[in-house]
């Protein structure tokens, strides 16, 4: 089941006429459907939950016929393999050399799939799961894994290698696509632009276009200690901790950040 010259082609284009990130998830969906596989999931954490050392749980986007909390449970439970962080220690960079893994796991009694297999209770307790977990980046920008997921059964062996490389050459694909494009990195970066006030909204929109803490204290009319206030809420946001808590996000960081959501931001107004 390799993939052709025509096949990469079709992916890419269908990848890049989507206009948000579920519409390219649709297409990453049936790339694991013609390849045999029930489902997909993709994780994308941004850089500054990493920075901040947040513990909270990566949200995983998944497909509709599968279980959130199947996968996580794959997570919480390493995948089998002792050196793959579970899901609530996603914050720390994973083993580079653990580019990929292939599981089999008993099959989680959570699955969706149970009920559109038809299969009974004792079936789905003693059925296997399986899959492949890829990490597509863990740096600067991020982490981000992909996996692909085959409920009730092993993946056949004897085109595993073509499958799989036609797997993990979609993921890619897709996850490069999304880095690319303010539409889709979006779908990451709205929850974190939602949690600003409008003070905040437009003291880091200053920040980006290179102004100083002297210019935006005189075009809000508030005075310099006052942004350093809101600097300091920002700080704590980004960083997931308490009003009464120390940032662990500095102001640096904060520029980094204040660049990539106003971009997002100013690409969002622009939109019909």
Request: charged share 25%.
């Amino acid at each position: 089941m390799a993939i052709t010259e025509t096949d990469l082609n079709d992916y890419v284009e269908l990848l890049y006429q989507t206009e948000n990130f579920e519409q390219a998830f649709t297409v990453l969906e049936r790339c694991a459907h013609e390849s045999g596989m029930d489902g997909v999931f993709y994780i994308y954490i941004p850089r500054f939950p990493l920075d901040s050392g947040s513990a909270r749980k990566p949200a995983f986007n998944v497909s509709h016929n599968l279980s959130p909390a199947c996968i996580t449970d794959l997570f919480d439970n390493s995948f089998d393999q002792p050196e793959w962080p579970d899901s609530s220690q996603l914050n720390t960079p994973v083993n580079s050399t653990m580019e990929l893994i292939e599981w089999r796991k008993k099959s989680c009694k959570n699955c969706q799939q149970k009920k559109s297999h038809a299969i009974s209770e004792s079936t789905v307790s003693n059925s296997i799961a399986s899959g492949i977990t890829i990490q597509l980046m863990s740096g600067e920008k991020g982490i981000a894994i992909a996996g692909f997921v085959r409920c009730h059964s092993q993946i056949d062996g004897k085109n595993k290698k073509q499958v799989f490389d036609k797997l993990v050459l979609c993921a890619k694909l897709f996850h490069s696509m999304i880095l690319s494009s303010l539409r889709h990195i979006g779908h990451f970066l709205r929850p974190v632009l939602n949690g600003f006030n409008d003070t905040e909204k437009y003291f880091l929109q200053k920040l980006a276009q290179g102004k100083s803490m002297t210019q935006i204290s005189h075009e809000l009319g508030k005075s310099e200690k006052y942004l350093d206030r809101v600097m300091l809420r920002i700080r704590q946001k980004l960083s997931g901790v308490r009003a009464d808590e120390s940032p662990k996000i500095n102001r640096n960081q904060v520029l980094y950040y204040a660049g990539l959501l106003n971009l997002f931001d100013r690409k969002n107004s622009q939109d019909p």
